[in-house]
């Protein structure tokens, strides 16, 4: 295996962090719906999306093409839920800002280091 780009390494740490930070206030909104509540509902939904999101990072950290796959897949969403937030009570400029990262991650993790480093 080659070594680990740095787009890569960006994109998997992102991951990380942008994970635990979902875990985190997720237990928060848990914890805050006593359970049981809709909000507490929505809690256990961004946990579960908080655990898979370190589940990528590690994978895009070891090169494991699937992770890369999901990581795609889940930037992808991301864009779409903010172009299609445009015609609800988004702006377009809220629309950009919102795209920036998941364009920045597609675009980091299909370089063409990347697409050796996945590949092997």
Not at 57 to 86: E, H, Q
Not at 108 to 118: E, H, I, K, P, Q
């Amino acid at each position: 295996m080659t070594n680990r780009p740095l787009g890569v390494t960006i994109v998997s740490i992102i991951a990380w962090l942008s994970g635990v930070f979902q875990i985190i206030a997720s237990i928060f909104q848990i914890l805050g719906g006593w359970l049981i509540t809709w909000h507490a509902i929505l809690g256990w939904f961004g946990l579960v999306v908080g655990v898979i999101t370190l589940a990528v990072g590690v994978g895009l950290w070891k090169g494991n093409s699937t992770a890369r796959t999901i990581a795609a897949l889940l930037f992808g969403l991301a864009i779409v839920i903010a172009i299609v937030s445009i015609f609800g009570a988004g702006t377009i400029w809220g629309a950009i800002g919102n795209s920036i990262l998941p364009l920045i991650g597609l675009g980091l993790l299909y370089t063409s280091s990347a697409n050796r480093y996945f590949v092997e």
